[in-house]
């Protein structure tokens, strides 16, 4: 095949293609199912025949299926940047965030020296009930060796995870156990937890950490407000920061815990959707519970619906950094080989009518880049570096100026903080020492500290250890030589960030957040923030 024939082959194909197999009923996140109906036009009739040409008559075998998956991406990349094609096998990874489970054995793993190691295993999961233990290393699956440098993570994913009721074999090497151990596990449905963490940081200021938007997060939001009620929660942080988004049923459920009846919470509207209008009902538990939103420049989609309806409703404080800035919204549409297409249906609007979707019309290269841009142009440091033109500029009702275009921005900016940030320090965090050697310490002092589940019993056994001095020693055997006085200066990032991590090998995020919170400036202005 020539050059010319590879470059136009593929958008020829999937054009062509795609106007024949988009017949079926595809599966819609946000709003009701429907079926696409094929457009009867000369351009489409037009596209079958050079089709039939390419597949019938041309002077090489051509296989369409695979011209047809490189090329469908070509096709949608003139699009807004979240229109997205995912060929069948990816699908199930895609979706899984967002179902809330997947099926699975239920271990938590690291890669360490090259040998796949158990940090923690899921209570009540198949792991549990077959007989893996933390601290296991998992050498075998199904008699397939998964040890060694080019095992990689989606490689080991894929033969441990599998269909609900399936059998595995695993073969574990056990420290203090000569021979290996050949367990049989029945995969079960695993949850993957939308909702981090839900913990009172003083006596009166609960905080929620939310990571993304699934089919779980309003049960496992609303579980954590009840938790922080009983516990007499006067002021609620609602963390959205790095959250990416998900299903908007997902976010206004949730925003519907703190509005009043009749507030507009959020609407959609886009050529073939009417507008539709998210209302609060009125039947939320937190009406009169004052919320602090934080956000980042990664906070995007369903996280930017909430804290807009909070701000556009004068409902609460909007702190951290300027959003990402997508307010598009996609609708999942299956394609009968078990593909799926992700397509924009429609733009979300705020209350107050503003739309943040920052702007794609220099290509998606230069959209992904955008946050870099961003960095660089001195964004995360200075609220002042930061302009929005006055015609997207909107009020909210009680006054307050706010914009749309290129995301939410905060009522309290906050700058990135990099007090401390040596170069050995950034050193050890790019190769994930840090992490790996939390691991190291809690696997050789396991023993000890297996039966903790309280971060207070964790503090103490660490308080008197030499930990630095153990850290630094398996740095360096790692390659990275102590630098004292980059030491010195990061010494407080190193240590927290190690307790932390020790503390969720043992015992999650509830050991983890309320340890890491120490080196997060904009938490720092919330405790000390007057209403």
Same mark, same amino acid.
């Given at each position: 095949m020539n050059n010319k024939m590879k470059m136009f082959l593929p958008i020829l194909l999937a054009m062509a293609i795609i106007l024949g197999m988009f017949i079926n009923s595809f599966l819609q996140p946000h709003s009701t199912s429907g079926v696409f109906k094929s457009p009867a036009s000369t351009a489409s009739h037009k596209l079958d &025949?050079? @089709?039939?040409?390419?597949?019938?008559?041309y002077v090489d075998t051509v296989s369409a299926k695979r011209l047809v998956e490189q090329a469908i991406p070509a096709i949608l990349k003139d699009l807004d940047p979240h229109t997205v094609y995912i060929p069948a096998e990816d699908l199930q990874r895609f979706n899984e965030d967002l179902k809330g489970n997947f099926g699975g054995i239920g271990v938590q793993f690291i890669r360490y020296r090259d040998t796949v190691a158990v940090v923690r295993v899921v209570e009540g999961g198949p792991s549990e009930y077959g007989g893996i233990l933390a601290g296991d290393r998992i050498v075998k699956v199904d008699s397939i060796s998964i040890v060694g440098p080019d095992i990689n993570d989606d490689f080991i994913m894929d033969k441990l995870k599998g269909p609900k009721g399936t059998g595995v074999k695993v073969s574990i090497v056990r420290r203090g156990v000569k021979d290996l151990i050949e367990l049989d596990i029945i995969r079960g449905s695993i949850p993957v937890a939308s909702v981090d963490v839900a913990y009172m940081i003083n006596d009166e200021l609960g905080y929620i950490k939310v990571s993304r938007f699934g089919a779980t997060t309003f049960h496992e939001f609303s579980k954590g407000l009840e938790k922080l009620k009983s516990q007499g929660v006067?002021?609620?942080?609602?963390?959205l920061r790095?959250?990416?988004?998900?299903?908007?049923?997902?976010?206004?459920?949730?925003?519907?815990?703190?509005l009043p009846e009749g507030k507009m919470i959020v609407y959609t509207?886009?050529?073939?959707? &009417?507008?539709?209008?998210y209302v609060s009902t009125g039947r939320g538990h937190c009406q009169d519970l004052p919320i602090v939103i934080l956000i980042d420049e990664f906070s995007a989609s369903a996280s930017e619906i909430f804290a807009g309806a909070i701000q556009d409703n004068d409902r609460g404080k909007i702190i951290g950094r300027r959003s990402f800035g997508k307010g598009l919204v996609q609708e999942q549409r299956m394609l009968p080989d078990g593909s799926a297409m992700r397509l924009t249906v429609a733009r979300y609007y705020t209350p107050t009518?503003?739309?943040i979707q920052k702007s794609y019309s220099k290509g998606k290269e230069a959209y992904d880049n955008d946050i870099t841009k961003r960095f660089v142009h001195g964004e995360f440091e200075k609220k002042d570096s930061i302009h929005f033109a006055?015609? @997207?500029?909107?009020?909210t009702p009680a006054g307050h100026i706010v914009y749309g275009g290129g995301g939410i921005m905060p009522d309290v900016f906050i700058p990135v903080d990099t007090n401390g940030y040596s170069n050995y320090f950034r050193e050890l965090n790019r190769k994930g020492l840090i992490y790996r050697f939390a691991f190291h310490y809690v696997d050789v002092h396991r023993s000890e500290m297996k039966n903790f589940t309280k971060l207070e019993e964790i503090l103490a056994y660490l308080k008197n250890k030499p930990l630095i001095k153990e850290l630094t020693k398996y740095c360096q055997e790692a390659g990275v030589k102590?630098?004292?006085?980059?030491?010195?200066?990061? @010494?407080e990032i190193i240590e927290t960030q190690t307790k932390a991590y020790?503390?969720?090998?043992?015992?999650?995020?509830?050991?983890?957040?309320p340890i890491i919170r120490k080196l997060d400036n904009t938490i720092d202005y919330v405790i000390n923030m007057k209403d």
């Open positions: &025949a050079v @089709l039939n040409m390419i597949v019938e008559d006067k002021k609620l942080v609602v963390d790095g959250n990416t988004g998900g299903y908007l049923s997902a976010a206004t459920n949730m925003i519907n815990e703190f509207e886009g050529k073939s959707q &009417a507008k539709t209008d009518g503003r739309c006055d015609s @997207l500029k909107f009020k102590t630098d004292k006085k980059g030491l010195n200066s990061s @010494l020790i503390a969720r090998d043992l015992i999650d995020d509830e050991g983890f957040y």
